[in-house]
């Protein structure tokens, strides 16, 4: 098997696992994302319209990452929501083997980081995500398409 072969592979399987989908919470509502948030074991943390957590995610190979998500809740269900993931290589290629997956289109000019290379916004059908680089972490933000 072929090394490009074996890096789709490790793609598709990541993102098989479920780690970043485009629309993982989008619309969801209030008890489905707390019940995500409990069944990590730990309490939702509520400010407003804002659902919050801290947690961590390991990846196949056993590695352990601090993970942030705040979500935004609209008239009961998720309008939009913000995950912060350490700058790393494997999260580089969750998010590369989503936009192939999901067929997101790469908008702005892209740029260089650990090892691979990202576009500032990515649009999917129904949703986008927006990707910030600051202070060692990456910030994930998803929203639903504007019409």
């Known amino acids: 098997m072929s090394m490009v072969m074996k890096w789709i592979l490790f793609i598709w399987c990541l993102c098989g696992a479920g780690t970043l989908a485009a629309q993982e919470f989008l619309g969801e509502s209030e008890s489905e994302v707390k019940r ?12 407003g319209d804002t659902i919050g957590c801290r947690l961590q995610e390991e990846d196949e190979r056993g590695r352990v990452f601090d993970v942030a998500y705040d979500f935004v ?3 009961g269900v ?13 999260w ?14 790469g908008e702005g000019e892209a740029f260089g980081v ?3 290379e990202l ?6 059908e129904g949703a986008v995500l927006k ?15 504007k019409e």
Do not use: N, T, W
């Open 119 to 124: 576009f500032p916004v990515y649009r999917f």
């Open 92 to 105: 580089v290629g969750v998010v590369k083997g989503l936009v192939e997956q999901k067929e997101g289109e």
């Open 73 to 75: 809740m609209k008239a």
């Open 131 to 145: 990707l910030e680089v600051k202070a060692g972490m990456l910030y994930m933000v998803f929203c639903r398409e």
């Open 36 to 47: 995500f948030i409990g069944g990590k074991g730990i309490e939702a943390v509520v400010k």
């Open 114 to 116: 650990e090892g691979g």
């Open 78 to 90: 998720c309008d939009s929501y913000l995950k912060v993931v350490p700058l790393h290589e494997y």
